[in-house]
């Protein structure tokens, strides 16, 4: 008598499992969603200048999100400190938009997806320096191969490819946008400061577009908006409402409860999804020689998350 029903005594622990589930089902949502991204960069790219697009994007993506935290939190003004925190994690996250449309005017997308595999990598290593994340053997193992596997689909496999460096500017530009999204992913849980996620995403998406607002600078007011085309418009508002909003606060609630880590493990999934999207959009396949690389991303994937599933059997 007294004594506590085994069923009562699982209750946490089943809910914190079920929590953590979730959060990986939409953490990999993220990736599908980012994953459109690419296909509709490199249609609507040339149709406006980087800078400028990502400006648009963002201003229009803050507008949208703005009712919600109104409703829900409030708008009240952050404070001089707060305000720092935002432009800090605002920066990378513009550097890495810039770069990403940019980097589409000289390269594919499937190989801007298959250089965002190396982004789990980078996440760990800053994740480990800026809030103290175990790595793991499994992990080193899967950033290995996902490296592996990147350089692999961005060489098609052809050693002398690899050794003479044959790499274009695009890729290179995105490779230093990786950096930048790497290090905004680790900041979200080092400069949160128990405000609510919504608002943290809020204010940063705010930040973010300021700092494009002054990438774009006089671009922004030179542009003939009447010969923009139709296509571009809309791409640019649904970039705005998933690969923006919705993404954007799916990776901020992702990230609190996993860790960088883990959240940006989905990314090896990318190059895989972004084929089939431009295998369905009736793009030529890519050389056959690809075909292993993607297979080698896919199993750093299984491996990198098989701590994290151990975790809420």
């Not at 990776?251 to 860790?259: I, N, P, S, V």
């Amino acid at each position: 008598m007294g004594r506590e029903p085994p069923q009562a005594a699982a209750e946490p622990g089943a809910r914190a499992r079920g929590g953590k589930a979730h959060a990986h089902v939409l953490a990999f949502l993220i990736i599908v969603i980012i994953s459109t991204s690419f296909p509709l960069g490199e249609h609507i790219t040339h149709g406006l200048d980087p800078a400028v697009l990502m400006c648009i994007r963002f201003v229009l993506a803050a507008l949208l999100m703005a009712p919600i935290v109104a409703w829900r939190e409030g708008l009240a003004r952050p404070s001089a400190t707060s305000c720092l925190r935002y432009l800090a994690l605002g920066a990378p996250l513009a550097f890495f938009f810039w770069c990403m449309f940019e980097a589409l005017r000289y390269t594919s997308g499937l190989n801007e997806s298959a250089i965002f595999t190396i982004v789990p990598g980078l996440a760990a290593l800053f994740g480990a320096v800026l809030v103290g994340e175990r790595i793991g053997l499994h992990r080193v193992a899967a950033l290995f191969l996902g490296m592996i596997g990147a350089l692999w689909i961005i060489f098609r496999g052809d050693p002398a490819r690899l050794f003479n460096l044959e790499v274009n500017i695009g890729d290179g530009i995105f490779l230093a946008g990786c950096v930048g999204y790497a290090i905004y992913s680790s900041l979200i849980k080092r400069l949160h400061r128990g405000e609510p996620i919504v608002v943290q995403s809020f204010w940063t998406m705010v930040a973010a577009a300021v700092w494009l607002l002054a990438a774009s600078n006089v671009k922004l007011w030179r542009t003939d908006w009447g010969q923009v085309e139709a296509v571009v418009l809309g791409g640019i508002v649904y970039l705005a409402i998933l690969p923006t909003l919705v993404s954007f606060f799916l990776t901020q609630y992702t990230t609190l409860r996993l860790g960088p880590t883990r959240v940006q493990a989905y990314g090896y999934a990318l190059p895989a999804i972004v084929l089939l999207l431009d295998l369905a959009l009736g793009k030529p396949a890519p050389p056959l020689m690809t075909v292993p690389g993607l297979a080698i991303v896919l199993a750093a994937s299984f491996v990198v998350q098989r701590g994290a599933i151990r975790e809420f059997r």
